[in-house]
């Protein structure tokens, strides 16, 4: 499995822009579909973006389309949420997961699809 790394996060005020990177360890990373979750205080883990390991698919929660974009650079080892019109209900810990796969089309929006998971970033929007 790879080890997953998430920076990126911090403090931004409401209506601006983060992006956070995911880098990967290991030689497999090109065959890993990719997510990015997120928690808020008090909130079960919910779902934010995935990407397949092509890059081809892309999968986005109602709550960030329009506004976040999911991209990957295999070449890397990296994947990227780019985050803009950030507001308050953004603010939560992120995470990146990974999980390999047989098709480069595949994506998956369920945690429980994943088997490596990153320690997490903080993103506070301020008001």
């Known amino acids: 499995q790879v080890q997953l790394v998430e920076s990126g996060g911090g403090l931004v005020q409401a209506g601006g822009s983060l992006r956070l990177s995911c880098a990967a360890s290991?030689?497999?990373?090109?065959?890993?579909?990719m997510g990015w979750f997120r928690q808020a205080p008090g909130k079960e883990r919910e779902f934010v973006a995935a990407i397949s390991w092509s890059g081809g698919r892309t999968a986005y929660a109602d709550s960030v389309k329009g506004r976040f974009t999911i991209s990957r650079d295999n070449a890397l080892n990296t994947a990227y949420l780019l985050m803009n019109s950030l507001n308050s209900e953004d603010t939560a810990v992120y995470y990146c997961a990974g999980v390999p796969t047989a098709l480069g089309s595949n994506y998956y929006t369920q945690a429980r699809s994943y088997a490596s998971w990153g320690q997490g970033t903080q993103v506070t929007v301020s008001t």
């Open positions: 290991g030689r497999t990373f090109s065959s890993y579909a």
